[in-house]
Protein backbone atom coordinates (compact mmCIF):
# COMPACT_ATOMS: atom_id res chain seq x y z
CA UNK A 1 0.00 0.00 0.00
CA UNK A 2 1.81 3.84 -1.39
CA UNK A 3 1.94 5.49 1.84
CA UNK A 4 0.07 8.83 1.62
CA UNK A 5 1.88 12.11 1.59
CA UNK A 6 1.05 14.56 4.31
CA UNK A 7 2.23 17.62 5.73
CA UNK A 8 0.73 19.92 8.76
CA UNK A 9 0.46 23.67 8.30
CA UNK A 10 0.39 25.51 11.32
CA UNK A 11 1.73 23.37 14.43
CA UNK A 12 1.29 25.81 17.02
CA UNK A 13 -0.42 24.16 20.13
CA UNK A 14 -3.30 22.45 18.03
CA UNK A 15 -1.17 21.49 14.62
CA UNK A 16 1.28 20.01 17.09
CA UNK A 17 -0.72 17.40 17.89
CA UNK A 18 -2.05 16.58 13.75
CA UNK A 19 1.44 16.25 13.28
CA UNK A 20 2.14 13.53 15.60
CA UNK A 21 -1.03 11.50 14.89
CA UNK A 22 0.03 11.38 10.99
CA UNK A 23 3.56 10.60 12.14
CA UNK A 24 2.13 7.82 14.09
CA UNK A 25 0.01 6.46 11.25
CA UNK A 26 0.63 3.14 9.39
CA UNK A 27 0.18 4.18 5.65
CA UNK A 28 1.17 7.38 6.12
CA UNK A 29 4.39 9.17 5.96
CA UNK A 30 5.21 12.95 7.34
CA UNK A 31 6.83 15.15 4.88
CA UNK A 32 7.32 17.80 6.80
CA UNK A 33 5.25 20.83 9.29
CA UNK A 34 5.09 24.54 8.50
CA UNK A 35 5.30 27.31 10.80
CA UNK A 36 6.31 31.31 10.66
CA UNK A 37 7.74 29.88 13.89
CA UNK A 38 10.68 28.74 12.61
CA UNK A 39 11.93 27.41 16.34
CA UNK A 40 8.33 26.24 17.10
CA UNK A 41 8.42 24.14 13.45
CA UNK A 42 12.17 23.12 14.22
CA UNK A 43 11.16 22.08 17.52
CA UNK A 44 7.61 19.79 16.27
CA UNK A 45 9.76 18.47 13.32
CA UNK A 46 12.56 17.05 15.50
CA UNK A 47 9.85 15.43 17.51
CA UNK A 48 7.92 14.16 14.68
CA UNK A 49 10.86 13.12 12.43
CA UNK A 50 10.10 15.11 9.43
CA UNK A 51 11.47 17.82 7.93
CA UNK A 52 10.48 21.62 9.13
CA UNK A 53 9.50 24.71 6.82
CA UNK A 54 8.66 28.68 7.28
CA UNK A 55 7.00 28.70 4.33
CA UNK A 56 4.09 25.92 3.43
CA UNK A 57 4.40 26.82 -0.50
CA UNK A 58 7.43 25.00 -0.10
CA UNK A 59 6.01 22.06 0.86
CA UNK A 60 2.65 21.42 -1.14
CA UNK A 61 5.11 19.83 -3.87
CA UNK A 62 6.43 17.23 -1.36
CA UNK A 63 2.83 15.99 -0.50
CA UNK A 64 -0.71 14.65 -1.10
CA UNK A 65 -2.63 15.92 1.53
CA UNK A 66 -2.41 18.23 4.96
CA UNK A 67 -3.84 19.81 7.94
CA UNK A 68 -4.08 23.44 7.34
CA UNK A 69 -4.26 24.62 11.41
CA UNK A 70 -3.58 28.42 11.15
CA UNK A 71 -5.14 31.30 12.54
CA UNK A 72 -8.69 31.46 11.26
CA UNK A 73 -8.20 34.92 9.27
CA UNK A 74 -5.28 32.69 7.23
CA UNK A 75 -7.33 29.74 6.45
CA UNK A 76 -8.76 31.06 3.00
CA UNK A 77 -5.26 32.17 1.41
CA UNK A 78 -3.78 29.36 2.76
CA UNK A 79 -6.39 26.71 1.59
CA UNK A 80 -6.54 28.68 -1.99
CA UNK A 81 -3.27 27.83 -2.43
CA UNK A 82 -3.62 24.03 -1.44
CA UNK A 83 -6.45 23.83 -3.93
CA UNK A 84 -4.12 25.17 -6.92
CA UNK A 85 -1.41 22.55 -5.55
CA UNK A 86 -4.12 20.19 -6.27
CA UNK A 87 -3.92 18.61 -2.64
CA UNK A 88 -6.14 17.57 0.02
CA UNK A 89 -7.26 18.96 2.70
CA UNK A 90 -8.62 19.11 6.33
CA UNK A 91 -9.15 22.04 7.49
CA UNK A 92 -9.37 23.30 10.97
CA UNK A 93 -12.85 25.09 12.10
CA UNK A 94 -14.21 27.46 11.49
CA UNK A 95 -13.49 26.87 7.78
CA UNK A 96 -13.56 30.84 7.15
CA UNK A 97 -14.61 33.65 8.36
CA UNK A 98 -17.38 34.44 5.36
CA UNK A 99 -19.82 32.67 3.31
CA UNK A 100 -17.88 33.86 -0.37
CA UNK A 101 -14.57 32.57 0.88
CA UNK A 102 -16.26 29.23 1.84
CA UNK A 103 -17.98 29.07 -1.41
CA UNK A 104 -14.52 29.78 -3.13
CA UNK A 105 -13.09 26.57 -1.57
CA UNK A 106 -15.81 24.38 -2.30
CA UNK A 107 -16.20 25.63 -5.40
CA UNK A 108 -12.39 25.29 -6.23
CA UNK A 109 -12.13 21.88 -4.45
CA UNK A 110 -15.00 20.25 -6.12
CA UNK A 111 -13.00 21.12 -10.03
CA UNK A 112 -10.17 19.72 -8.84
CA UNK A 113 -11.61 16.93 -7.52
CA UNK A 114 -10.03 17.19 -3.99
CA UNK A 115 -11.35 16.03 -0.52
CA UNK A 116 -11.76 19.03 1.63
CA UNK A 117 -12.52 18.05 5.39
CA UNK A 118 -13.67 20.77 7.95
CA UNK A 119 -12.18 20.01 11.59
CA UNK A 120 -15.64 19.31 13.24
CA UNK A 121 -14.04 17.27 16.11
CA UNK A 122 -17.08 16.33 18.02
CA UNK A 123 -18.52 14.25 15.72
CA UNK A 124 -15.95 11.64 15.95
CA UNK A 125 -16.67 12.38 19.88
CA UNK A 126 -17.78 8.24 20.13
CA UNK A 127 -20.80 9.80 22.86
CA UNK A 128 -21.57 11.55 19.64
CA UNK A 129 -21.67 8.86 17.35
CA UNK A 130 -23.34 6.32 19.81
CA UNK A 131 -26.52 8.68 20.58
CA UNK A 132 -27.78 8.81 16.90
CA UNK A 133 -28.81 5.38 17.05
CA UNK A 134 -31.56 6.31 19.60
CA UNK A 135 -32.34 9.98 17.91
CA UNK A 136 -35.97 9.91 16.54
CA UNK A 137 -37.63 13.79 15.86
CA UNK A 138 -35.78 15.23 18.55
CA UNK A 139 -38.34 18.41 19.28
CA UNK A 140 -36.36 20.57 22.03
CA UNK A 141 -32.32 20.27 22.48
CA UNK A 142 -30.29 22.07 25.13
CA UNK A 143 -26.52 22.35 24.78
CA UNK A 144 -24.33 24.03 27.06
CA UNK A 145 -20.33 24.29 26.42
CA UNK A 146 -18.63 26.35 29.38
CA UNK A 147 -14.62 26.42 29.18
CA UNK A 148 -12.20 28.18 31.35
CA UNK A 149 -10.45 30.90 29.88
CA UNK A 150 -7.42 30.17 27.43
CA UNK A 151 -5.24 32.53 25.68
CA UNK A 152 -5.87 30.55 22.15
CA UNK A 153 -8.53 30.95 19.49
CA UNK A 154 -8.98 34.43 21.03
CA UNK A 155 -8.55 35.59 17.43
CA UNK A 156 -12.18 34.86 16.76
CA UNK A 157 -15.88 35.27 18.80
CA UNK A 158 -17.11 32.79 21.15
CA UNK A 159 -19.33 31.63 18.13
CA UNK A 160 -16.91 30.60 15.82
CA UNK A 161 -14.21 29.37 18.73
CA UNK A 162 -16.80 27.23 20.99
CA UNK A 163 -20.65 27.52 19.67
CA UNK A 164 -20.07 26.22 15.81
CA UNK A 165 -19.09 22.73 17.37
CA UNK A 166 -22.56 22.67 18.86
CA UNK A 167 -24.23 24.32 15.53
CA UNK A 168 -23.17 21.72 13.52
CA UNK A 169 -24.30 18.99 15.93
CA UNK A 170 -27.24 20.29 15.78
CA UNK A 171 -27.41 21.08 12.12
CA UNK A 172 -26.80 17.46 11.78
CA UNK A 173 -29.57 15.85 13.96
CA UNK A 174 -32.55 18.17 13.41
CA UNK A 175 -33.66 17.28 9.71
CA UNK A 176 -35.15 20.47 8.86
CA UNK A 177 -34.14 24.40 7.21
CA UNK A 178 -33.50 27.00 10.28
CA UNK A 179 -36.12 29.45 10.11
CA UNK A 180 -35.47 31.85 13.11
CA UNK A 181 -32.30 33.05 15.48
CA UNK A 182 -32.59 34.85 18.96
CA UNK A 183 -29.49 35.93 20.89
CA UNK A 184 -27.51 37.68 23.21
CA UNK A 185 -24.12 38.19 23.84
CA UNK A 186 -21.35 39.81 25.63
CA UNK A 187 -17.32 40.31 25.44
CA UNK A 188 -16.10 39.80 28.84
CA UNK A 189 -12.44 39.40 28.98
CA UNK A 190 -11.47 39.94 24.92
CA UNK A 191 -12.74 42.53 22.33
CA UNK A 192 -14.83 39.85 20.63
CA UNK A 193 -17.80 38.12 22.35
CA UNK A 194 -16.75 35.95 25.36
CA UNK A 195 -20.42 34.84 26.13
CA UNK A 196 -23.31 33.81 24.32
CA UNK A 197 -26.66 32.14 24.06
CA UNK A 198 -28.67 31.33 20.85
CA UNK A 199 -32.52 29.62 20.40
CA UNK A 200 -32.80 28.09 17.01
CA UNK A 201 -36.17 27.90 15.78
CA UNK A 202 -36.37 25.17 12.89
CA UNK A 203 -39.32 24.99 10.25
CA UNK A 204 -40.41 21.45 11.58
CA UNK A 205 -40.94 23.16 14.94
CA UNK A 206 -37.49 21.89 16.52
CA UNK A 207 -36.03 24.50 19.35
CA UNK A 208 -32.59 24.40 19.92
CA UNK A 209 -30.97 26.40 23.25
CA UNK A 210 -27.48 26.92 22.53
CA UNK A 211 -25.13 28.37 25.62
CA UNK A 212 -21.41 29.01 25.04
CA UNK A 213 -18.62 30.63 27.39
CA UNK A 214 -15.10 30.63 27.34
CA UNK A 215 -14.89 32.92 30.98
CA UNK A 216 -15.83 30.56 33.61
CA UNK A 217 -14.01 28.89 36.25
CA UNK A 218 -15.16 25.36 35.10
CA UNK A 219 -15.61 23.10 31.85
CA UNK A 220 -18.72 21.56 30.93
CA UNK A 221 -20.17 19.86 27.48
CA UNK A 222 -23.56 18.76 27.68
CA UNK A 223 -26.31 18.57 25.26
CA UNK A 224 -29.90 17.19 26.04
CA UNK A 225 -32.08 15.88 23.36
CA UNK A 226 -36.29 15.59 24.07
CA UNK A 227 -38.09 13.90 21.69
CA UNK A 228 -41.43 12.10 21.86
CA UNK A 229 -41.49 9.22 23.92
CA UNK A 230 -37.42 9.54 25.03
CA UNK A 231 -34.73 11.74 25.89
CA UNK A 232 -30.84 11.88 25.58
CA UNK A 233 -28.25 12.94 28.19
CA UNK A 234 -24.60 13.53 26.10
CA UNK A 235 -21.88 14.33 28.65
CA UNK A 236 -19.25 14.90 25.81
CA UNK A 237 -16.28 15.50 28.28
CA UNK A 238 -17.13 11.96 30.04
CA UNK A 239 -18.00 10.69 26.98
CA UNK A 240 -21.29 9.21 28.18
CA UNK A 241 -24.71 8.82 27.19
CA UNK A 242 -27.52 8.42 29.08
CA UNK A 243 -30.81 7.24 27.37
CA UNK A 244 -34.10 7.07 28.91
CA UNK A 245 -37.21 5.58 27.25
CA UNK A 246 -40.99 5.91 28.03
CA UNK A 247 -42.99 2.55 28.20
CA UNK A 248 -46.54 2.12 27.85
CA UNK A 249 -47.68 1.30 31.35
CA UNK A 250 -47.88 4.09 33.94
CA UNK A 251 -46.81 4.16 37.58
CA UNK A 252 -48.59 6.02 40.68
CA UNK A 253 -49.37 9.90 39.58
CA UNK A 254 -49.92 9.18 36.00
CA UNK A 255 -46.32 8.75 34.47
CA UNK A 256 -44.86 6.41 32.16
CA UNK A 257 -42.93 3.97 33.05
CA UNK A 258 -39.17 4.75 32.57
CA UNK A 259 -36.63 2.29 31.00
CA UNK A 260 -33.40 3.97 31.33
CA UNK A 261 -29.99 3.26 30.49
CA UNK A 262 -26.24 4.73 30.80
CA UNK A 263 -23.32 4.10 28.40
CA UNK A 264 -20.21 4.71 29.22
CA UNK A 265 -17.32 4.88 26.89
CA UNK A 266 -13.36 4.62 28.04
CA UNK A 267 -11.22 7.20 27.31
CA UNK A 268 -10.21 7.57 23.25
CA UNK A 269 -8.79 9.94 20.72
CA UNK A 270 -11.37 11.81 18.83
CA UNK A 271 -8.27 13.88 16.77
CA UNK A 272 -6.48 10.70 15.95
CA UNK A 273 -10.45 9.32 14.51
CA UNK A 274 -10.53 12.48 12.39
CA UNK A 275 -7.42 12.23 10.81
CA UNK A 276 -7.76 8.33 10.12
CA UNK A 277 -11.33 9.47 8.67
CA UNK A 278 -9.30 12.29 6.03
CA UNK A 279 -6.63 9.76 5.30
CA UNK A 280 -9.51 6.87 4.44
CA UNK A 281 -11.70 9.78 2.43
CA UNK A 282 -8.15 10.63 0.53
CA UNK A 283 -7.21 7.05 -0.08
CA UNK A 284 -10.57 6.24 -1.45
CA UNK A 285 -11.14 9.12 -2.94
CA UNK A 286 -14.70 9.64 -0.91
CA UNK A 287 -17.10 12.08 0.57
CA UNK A 288 -15.72 12.84 4.49
CA UNK A 289 -17.92 12.86 7.40
CA UNK A 290 -17.80 16.56 7.59
CA UNK A 291 -18.02 18.09 4.30
CA UNK A 292 -17.29 21.32 3.13
CA UNK A 293 -20.47 22.00 2.88
CA UNK A 294 -21.66 20.85 6.35
CA UNK A 295 -18.90 22.98 6.90
CA UNK A 296 -20.22 26.19 5.64
CA UNK A 297 -23.69 25.39 6.95
CA UNK A 298 -22.54 25.72 10.30
CA UNK A 299 -20.54 28.55 9.60
CA UNK A 300 -23.32 30.17 8.06
CA UNK A 301 -25.60 29.80 11.37
CA UNK A 302 -22.53 30.99 13.48
CA UNK A 303 -22.12 33.73 11.27
CA UNK A 304 -25.88 34.85 11.64
CA UNK A 305 -25.97 34.57 15.55
CA UNK A 306 -22.87 36.74 15.84
CA UNK A 307 -24.29 39.30 13.27
CA UNK A 308 -27.73 39.59 15.07
CA UNK A 309 -25.31 39.88 18.86
CA UNK A 310 -23.57 42.78 17.19
CA UNK A 311 -26.89 44.41 15.81
CA UNK A 312 -27.81 44.17 19.93
CA UNK A 313 -25.03 45.33 21.02
CA UNK A 314 -24.82 48.73 19.26
CA UNK A 315 -28.46 49.25 19.89
CA UNK A 316 -27.88 48.51 23.59
CA UNK A 317 -24.94 51.06 23.54
CA UNK A 318 -27.26 53.74 21.51
CA UNK A 319 -29.89 53.39 23.98
CA UNK A 320 -26.95 54.13 26.93
CA UNK A 321 -25.68 57.21 24.78
CA UNK A 322 -29.33 58.18 24.27
CA UNK A 323 -30.07 57.73 28.11
CA UNK A 324 -26.99 59.92 29.09
CA UNK A 325 -27.79 62.44 26.51
CA UNK A 326 -31.56 62.79 28.26
CA UNK A 327 -30.50 63.02 31.59
Given at each position: ????????????????????????????????????????????????????????????????????????????????????????????????????????????????????????LERF????????????????????????????????????????????????????????????????????????????????????????????????????IFQP?????????????????????????????????????????????????????????????????????????????????????KLEA??????????
Open positions: MKKIRTGVIGVGYLGRFHAQKYAAMAGVELVGVVDVNAEQAAAVAAECGCAAFTDYRELLPLVDAVSVVVPTTYHHPVALDCIAARVDMLLEKPMTTTLAEADELIEGADEQGLVLQVGHNPAVQAMEPFLTTPVFIESHRISTFKNRGVDVDVVLDLMIHDIDIILNIVKSPLEQIHTVGAPVVTATTDIANARLIFVNGATANVTVSRVSRTNTRKMRGSYINVDFANRKVMTIQLGEQLRAGGMPEQEVKINTFPESDALRSEIEHFMTSVRERSQPLVSGLAGRRALDVALQVMDQIREHQYQQVRAALQR
